[in-house]
């Protein structure tokens, strides 16, 4: 059973950075491409990021393209979202997922504000 669990979130003022992680199980992490979702409060799901199964390439939405960088750790099943420059707008609640895949995880939440 593919398990995922989100952390990193938390509150910060806009400018500031944050790295979430997500740990994932229950499939084989490595050979999987894998991506960052997030939903914005009162709105749907988002694409962010995604990166190839071995690291080898990524690719960002335009509204974060140059602010996050999306990494992993296939040794430790691992992704992680670094987020700097942050902005109100990051506002939402992240997920890990499989490409085209519902989010299965709690999510963690990330709220920009002063």
């Known amino acids: 059973e593919v398990q995922v669990v989100e952390s990193g979130g938390g509150l910060v003022q806009p400018g500031g950075s944050l790295r979430l992680s997500c740990a994932a199980s229950?499939?084989?992490?490595?050979?999987?491409?894998m991506s960052w979702v997030r939903q914005p409060p009162g709105k749907g799901l988002e694409w962010v990021s995604t990166?190839?199964?071995?690291?080898?390439?990524?690719s960002y939405a335009d509204s974060v393209k140059g602010r996050f960088t999306i990494s992993r750790d296939n040794a430790k099943n691992t992704l992680y979202l670094r987020m700097n420059s942050l902005k109100p707008e990051d506002t939402a609640v992240y997920y890990c997922?499989?490409?085209?895949?519902?989010?299965r995880g709690q999510g963690t939440q990330v709220t920009v504000s002063s």
């Open positions: 997922a499989q490409p085209g895949d519902s989010p």
């Open positions: 990166i190839t199964y071995d690291g080898g390439s990524t």
């Open positions: 229950g499939f084989t992490f490595s050979r999987y491409d």
